[in-house]
Nanobody, 123 residues
Framework: QVQLVESGGGLVQAGGSLRLSCALSGRTFTNFPMGWFRQAPGKEREFVAA???????YYVDSVKGRFTISRDNAKNTMYLQMNSLKPEDTAVYYC?????????????????WGQGTQVTVSS
């Protein structure tokens, strides 16, 4: 049974930093990317960042230069380092994985999801 478990969320002041982790168990997603998405209240879930098995990185424009995604394949763990946080980054953050090809930034392209971790940035 595949499980993705996020950790590291919390409350931080604007300008602060948080590091999210996503531990994957049940299988190894060789050759497929993993990603981070977020969902703010009243809004649709949106793509934040993704990393392929080989280390190619993708980011939504609003987080470029502030967030860094990484992946430790040996540990089956993915990370999201978030710096210079803004109140508009407040959301539930989800990690996601998939075992088929598709648009790397599309919610529908991922078939495994974590339960989410809350990130709140105060102004």
């Amino acid at each position: 049974q595949v499980q993705l478990v996020e950790s590291g969320g919390g409350l931080v002041q604007a300008g602060g930093s948080l590091r999210l982790s996503c531990a994957l168990s049940g299988r190894t997603f060789t050759n497929f990317p993993m990603g981070w998405f977020r969902q703010a209240p009243g809004k649709e879930r949106e793509f934040v960042a993704a990393v392929t098995w080989s280390g190619t990185l993708y980011y939504v424009d609003s987080v470029k230069g502030r967030f860094t995604i990484s992946r430790d394949n040996a540990k089956n763990t993915m990370y999201l380092q978030m710096n210079s946080l803004k109140p508009e980054d407040t959301a539930v953050y989800y990690c996601a994985a998939r075992d088929y090809s598709g648009n790397i930034g599309a919610v529908s392209s991922y078939n495994y999801w974590g339960q989410g971790t809350q990130v709140t940035v105060s102004s």
